[in-house]
T-cell receptor, first 112, second 116 residues
Framework: AQSVTQLGSHVSVSEGALVLLRCNYSSSVPPYLFWYVQYPNQGLQLLLKYTSAATLVKGINGFEAEFKKSETSFHLTKPSAHMSDAAEYFCAVSERGGKLIFGQGTELSVKP | DAGVIQSPRHEVTEMGQEVTLRCKPISGHDYLFWYRQTMMRGLELLIYFNNNVPIDDSGMPEDRFSAKMPNASFSTLKIQPSEPRDSAVYFC??????????????FGPGTRLTVL
């Protein structure tokens, strides 16, 4: 069965600092991987997704993620945090043709 | 397009009452999903439809929950009778495809349900 583990339910960074949100997955077949962002009182918005093309995936708002099969990881990064990045971030996995399985989420706080 | 539309945005009801949540998917999307988000269980898929037909309802918690999609532009999630443990945020999402590399689910703003 597929699963997703997000390491750290809360991450706090200073404005301008590197953002690193960790995601590890488990899947019996090559997966599709997703990062979604949820701003307060809003629905989820797709940041980026990996579907077996390039292992480094670039998304919206300057975020990117790298698929590392050997580490079963799909960590999300952004070189320089902005106050507007404060939100909850969800990693998700799907086995092709299957349903999305979400991680528990990581709340990102950005300090001025 | 206006995106996925859900109503109401907030619902407060008393235990035992019937609750109906509504969703209008993005026009042209063939798949519709209902999710529930709680602190304890995170985001979980309840049911999804393809071309108005329920495909997988294995995530529906119990018989008190039912979902329908009478046409391509409208779906409901009903809880009868409601219980305090049903308190959660319920999201509707839609997508053009499912399980392909171009698949992207678009989420609505959610309905925050509180059962007293």
């Amino acid at each position: 069965a597929q699963s997703v583990t997000q390491l750290g339910s809360h991450v706090s960074v200073s404005e301008g600092a590197l953002v690193l949100l960790r995601c590890n997955y488990s899947s019996s077949v090559p997966p599709y991987l997703f990062w979604y962002v949820q701003y307060p009182n809003q629905g989820l918005q797709l940041l980026l997704k990996y579907t077996s093309a390039a292992t480094l995936v670039k998304g919206i708002n300057g975020f990117e993620a790298e698929f590392k099969k050997s580490e079963t990881s799909f960590h999300l990064t952004k070189p320089s945090a902005h106050m507007s990045d404060a939100a909850e971030y969800f990693c998700a996995v799907s086995e092709r043709g299957g349903k999305l399985i979400f991680g528990q989420g990581t709340e990102l706080s950005v300090k001025p | 397009d206006a995106g996925v539309i859900q109503s109401p945005r907030h619902e407060v009801t008393e235990m035992g009452q019937e609750v109906t949540l509504r969703c209008k998917p993005i026009s042209g999307h063939d798949y519709l999903f209902w999710y529930r988000q709680t602190m304890m269980r995170g985001l979980e898929l309840l049911i999804y439809f393809n071309n108005n037909v329920p495909i997988d309802d294995s995530g529906m918690p119990e018989d008190r929950f039912s979902a329908k999609m009478p046409n391509a532009s409208f779906s409901t999630l009903k809880i009868q009778p409601s219980e305090p443990r049903d308190s959660a945020v319920y999201f509707c999402a839609s997508s053009f495809s499912f399980g392909s590399s171009t698949d992207t689910q678009y989420f609505g703003p959610g309905t925050r349900l509180t059962v007293l």
